[in-house]
């Protein structure tokens, strides 16, 4: 008996997903993955968008080709889900399967930061930080803002690492002297769950003149004034802003009645809803651990590893466990890592710390080159930290 999947969103969870259960259960499972795009990019590749170390044509992982027997890629937007009865509408198609999986990540809302689409920038989307790598070189002085709109927000120590390459950006053409940089964190410290990781932001930034707001949101931009409202009702002048705008679960999903919260709950060791049959990992759900690929690639794994002991008649799998490795770029050509475990001491995460070294840059590139060939069978580096 064929068992049907149907993965929605091909993002970091929806990719992991699908390839893994149809190279482990090839005629046993078929596996249905929907996005509304042509291509996969990896989140960090915006960062090289942005500074123009790279085109958005270069870092494009297409997902033409990623159809095998096992696994149907349809290129349409989803328009309704009905969770109860697995059924799911496109805008081609309608889908029933044995077993749903959402993994249609986060979307952006600009509108929620009145004056931000006037007046600032985000480099969290393809075309934003395209149009932000257009706007760079005609910057030369003044008073830049990387501020963070809402929490939470994909990849926390994005900003941070915004604000470093930007320092670098500014020095290699001169002009750095004359701008002034901030960062504005809803958090205490960059990365809230190791000190040892947000001393050595702190540190980078104490050394590159960079100012660290803590504990601040960006609720405003004024067009008039070229001034960002915090959430205390401070203001803060700036000729560049670059902001991480709020984040919210897709329209579909909240309308699909599969989220308390904004987001969809989850059981945090299996991933399931309180849909039978109804699975949701990475960015979209509540589980726990922060909005990043690499987060929502191990839940994903999770469960396609419980649907496979299932199909097989083997035991359950260990369940999710919260962990993963966030990279940070630091500028030099230098990444640093951290590796964090959210679930072990409940409420309580830690991080451990590796220092920025190219040898670490090198292996977030490995991250990349292995992804690229395991979801799409490719063998080169275009997915990695340069792609
Ligand atoms: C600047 C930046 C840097 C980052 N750096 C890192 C990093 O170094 N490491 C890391 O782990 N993470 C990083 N991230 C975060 C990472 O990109 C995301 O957390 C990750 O992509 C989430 O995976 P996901 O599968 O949940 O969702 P996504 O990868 O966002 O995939 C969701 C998919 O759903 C599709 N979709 C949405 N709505 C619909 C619809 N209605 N119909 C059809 N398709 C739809 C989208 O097109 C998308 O392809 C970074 C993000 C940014 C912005």
Do not use: N
Not at 107 to 115: E, I, K, M, N, V
Not at 233 to 242: A, I, K, N, V, Y
Not at 292 to 299: D, H, Y
């Amino acid at each position: 008996m064929t068992t049907s999947v149907l993965v929605l969103g091909a993002g970091f969870g929806g990719l992991e997903l699908s390839s893994r259960l149809a190279q482990e259960l090839g005629d046993q499972v078929e596996v249905t993955l929907i996005d509304r795009g042509d291509a996969f990019v990896f989140g960090f590749s915006k960062l090289d968008i942005m500074f123009g170390k790279r085109t958005p044509e270069a870092v494009r992982l297409p997902y033409r080709g990623l159809s095998t027997p096992h696994v149907r890629f349809r290129q349409e937007t989803v328009i309704a889900i009905d969770p109860e009865a697995r059924r799911v509408v496109t805008d081609h198609a309608t889908y029933q399967a044995d077993v749903l999986a959402v993994a249609l990540g986060a979307d952006y809302d600009l509108a929620a930061t009145p004056g931000l689409a006037e007046a600032g920038h985000e480099f969290y989307s393809v075309p934003g930080a395209g149009a932000v790598r257009d706007v760079l070189p005609s910057f030369r002085a003044g008073s830049a803002i990387v501020g963070v709109c809402g929490t939470p927000f994909k990849c926390p120590p994005a900003p941070s690492e915004a604000a470093i390459l930007l320092d670098e950006y500014l020095r290699q053409r001169g002009v750095r002297d004359d701008v002034r940089i901030s960062v504005v964190i809803p958090f205490g410290t960059p990365v809230p769950p190791s000190p040892a990781t947000s001393e050595a932001i702190l540190a980078k930034f104490a050394e590159r003149g960079i100012e660290f707001v803590r504990d601040r949101r960006v609720t405003a931009l004024d067009p008039a004034t070229h001034q960002a409202v915090l959430d205390d009702g401070s203001r803060l002048p700036f000729d560049l802003f670059l902001g991480i705008p709020v984040h919210r679960a897709p329209a579909v999903v909240e309308k699909a009645g599969l989220t308390t919260g904004g987001w969809i709950p989850v059981d945090p060791g299996t991933l399931a809803t309180r849909f039978p049959g109804v699975y949701a990992v990475g960015d979209v759900t509540s589980v726990g651990t922060p909005k990043a690929g690499v987060f929502a690639e191990r839940a994903a794994r999770v469960v396609a590893d419980q649907l496979i002991a299932r199909i097989r008649g083997e035991s359950e799998p260990p369940g999710y466990d919260g962990t993963g490795s966030c990279w940070i770029e630091f500028g030099g050509h230098e990444v640093a890592r951290v590796d964090v475990d959210f679930f072990s001491t409940p409420g309580h995460p830690t991080g451990t710390f590796t220092a920025p070294s190219a040898r670490t840059a090198q292996e977030k590139v490995e991250f990349g080159t292995s992804r690229h060939a395991r979801w799409f069978g490719g063998a080169t580096g275009r997915g990695g930290a340069t792609g």
